[in-house]
């Protein structure tokens, strides 16, 4: 029988108990009214009269306190009905419990929450639906409670009819029967939603979100204690710092869902590499960074050439098979650090020595190492305040007609004098200033000071001259790099076919229908370009046409024994030829001899620079050398 029909049989019973409640009670007055009068015939006619009208009083009077009485007991019970209602449909499981466990009452939600039925749990005990490993989490709860008469709250899982496992949270109050005996009212939420949430972020804390594997944060954890196990036992530790190479160029290309889809698939490969007291942490992005206990500098090599291997191999990720490399450095403990900050600093010097050096491979930490990310250190901080300082100046090196011996342009490049430093290489500062994002400053700084000294040249009564200027890789690539072209030359009042700017081969190379699109908006505007350290690239003829430059630039490298080396003979030969059919100019850089540019000449090359006329000079001193040509 369900609830709703055994609540209107319980109904039907009380309306019926209380009809005969009232016939009884009509019956016995009316059999003593009956044999009222026998018993009152002895009795004076005025008293009679009396105790007849105070007994109609009398009865009058009960019958209205039966009235009220059974109109309270009527409340009471569609209160207790409604209460029962209110008890069932609560979206809060409740219980009543013994002192010793057993289930005397529960709503619907509780019910429900274990997927039964409530006939099912009356007089069980609630210890055995509980896991049994954590029974006494409530047994102790529940003593708790009964000792200090307090209201704790205690979690722990429960056990479903079907064997699923959940937490709840339960809040118990204990109140006394009729008896006297005391009864614990329990209230119980299922907590399980919560519980996951604080797993999560438990994880989280402690683990990378997209890959699994531990974060920094776990990795200190792990690594202090590595480090002080290897103290006490006088082990090494070996600790791996790995960099995928261009890893950018996936995410730029194919999307950010195929490059975490990679590190996922990548991260599986390197966990299943390393033994159970190793570490494999992701840092961020692509990463990686090993703690090997117990293993010395061949061990940590061997390890090294397998992740290398495993890398190598290719990725399937979607319609994509995708190939990637790696960069390792490795710092030993504890010649290269005594703890994780400093074998890190060290190993992530060794990775990008081996990223110098060619990529794909490994390198272990060294003093030298060491000097040179000082070195690169003192450099940063130094050329950020390089401009601030007046630091940075910009030279000229003529640019010679080889027809006429005439000047015909000027090559800008970037001087940097330090008072503590001396001079600095651009070769040593340039690649600084690109991987620091300092290029970007600078480059439209020199950019700015070669158009306008191109102009003052011009004021001063020099023949116009072309301005050839270098730009990084960063540069090019640039957005905003034709606007900003065109910002400066109106800005300093100079005609575009005056600025000539120079990219090298392997900047263009590398993402050619890029290069060709920014190289059509500049020409355009009536910027001239030209291939610098051509010959060095590989470049492709069919590229080559379709790049919208006017003159290609013949590496130093292949003039510097041109006078001697048949293949290099052969090489400029080539160039020039091919320039030519293409109807571009040549110029030759590094020319340091008349043997040099007698062949030169012999080959049809258009322009030369080098030390046979003049070293790069200073504004004043270039336009003093000018004046002594003529």
């Not at 990686?288 to 090599?301: E, H, K, M, P, V």
């Not at 650090?337 to 990775?351: P, R, V």
């Not at 990529?359 to 190492?369: D, I, L, V």
Request: charged letters at 25%; a negative charge; hydrophobic letters at 40%.
């Amino acid at each position: 029988m369900g609830s709703k029909e055994k609540r209107i049989s319980e109904a039907a019973t009380f309306f019926d108990a209380r009809r005969l409640l009232r016939e009884r009670a009509s019956a016995v007055v009316e059999k003593k009214m009956v044999s009222l009068p026998e018993q009152l015939h002895t009795i004076p006619l005025d008293s009679t009269l009396k105790m007849l009208h105070e007994l109609h009083v009398h009865k009058v009077e009960l019958e209205m306190q039966n009235e009220e009485l059974l109109r309270t007991q009527n409340e009471l019970y569609f209160s207790r009905l409604r209460y029962v209602d209110l008890y069932d449909l609560a979206p809060v499981a409740y219980c009543t419990l013994t002192d010793t466990g057993l289930i005397l009452e529960c709503n619907l939600t509780f019910a429900s929450l274990l997927d039964l039925a409530r006939d099912e749990l009356i007089t069980q005990q609630i210890s055995s639906f509980i896991v049994e490993e954590d029974r006494d989490i409530f047994h102790l709860y529940k003593k708790q409670l009964l000792a200090s008469d307090q209201t704790p709250s205690c979690e722990f899982r429960m056990t479903k009819s079907d064997g699923t496992r959940f937490w709840v949270h339960l809040v118990a109050t204990l109140v006394p029967n009729t008896t006297g005996m005391p009864e614990l009212r329990a209230m119980l939420n299922d907590a399980s939603a919560r519980k996951q949430d604080e797993e999560r972020i438990q994880h989280l804390a402690h683990f990378d979100a997209l890959t699994g594997l531990p974060n920094r944060s776990q990795l200190d954890v792990r690594a202090e204690y590595a480090i002080s196990l290897a103290q006490r036992n006088q082990l090494p530790v070996a600790l791996m710092f790995l960099d995928l190479d261009h890893f950018k160029d996936i995410n730029d290309s194919l999307g950010h869902t195929i490059g975490d889809a990679l590190l996922i698939e990548l991260a599986n490969r390197l966990r299943s590499m390393l033994r159970d007291q190793d570490t494999v942490s992701r840092l961020g992005g692509d990463e990686f960074i090993f703690l090997l206990s117990g293993l010395d500098a061949n061990g940590a090599a061997n390890v090294a050439q397998k992740l290398l291997n495993i890398i190598g191999k290719s990725f399937r990720i979607g319609q994509y098979d995708l190939n990637v490399t790696g960069s390792i450095g490795i710092a030993m403990y504890p010649g290269d650090g005594t703890d994780l900050e400093a074998l890190c600093k060290s190993a992530d010097t060794a990775m990008y020595r081996t990223k110098h050096e060619g990529r794909h491979g490994y390198r272990f930490f060294t003093a030298e190492m060491q000097v040179h990310s000082a070195r690169h250190l003192q450099l940063i901080n130094a050329l950020r305040s390089a401009l601030e300082h007046d630091q940075l100046q910009v030279h000229y090196q003529p640019q010679i007609s080889v027809r006429d011996g005439r000047i015909i342009g000027a090559e800008a490049l970037l001087r940097w004098s330090h008072q503590d430093l001396g001079q600095v290489s651009p070769s040593e500062f340039i690649p600084i200033a690109e991987n620091s994002g300092l290029i970007h400053h600078i480059g439209e700084w020199v950019l700015r000071q070669a158009v306008r000294q191109a102009k003052r040249w011009s004021q001063n009564g020099l023949a116009p001259l072309v301005i050839a200027v270098n730009l990084s890789a960063i540069q090019f690539r640039h957005i905003d790099l034709p606007c900003s072209i065109t910002r400066i030359l109106e800005e300093e009042n100079l005609a575009p076919e005056y600025l000539e700017l120079e990219l090298t081969e392997g900047v263009a190379l590398h993402d050619p229908q890029g290069a060709i699109a920014i190289m059509n908006d500049l020409h355009e505007r009536g910027v001239r370009m030209s291939i610098d350290d051509f010959g060095t690239g590989y470049s492709s003829l069919g590229h080559l046409k379709k790049f919208k430059v006017y003159k290609l630039k013949i590496d130093r490298s292949f003039v510097r024994d041109i006078s001697s080396d048949p293949e290099d003979k052969a090489i400029v030969g080539t160039i020039i030829s091919m320039a030519k059919s293409l109807g571009m100019r040549t110029i030759a850089e590094g020319v340091e001899t008349a043997e040099q540019l007698a062949f030169l000449r012999e080959q049809g090359c258009d322009e030369i620079q080098g030390f046979y006329y003049s070293e790069a000079l200073p504004a004043d001193q270039f336009e003093e050398f000018v004046q002594s040509m003529r």
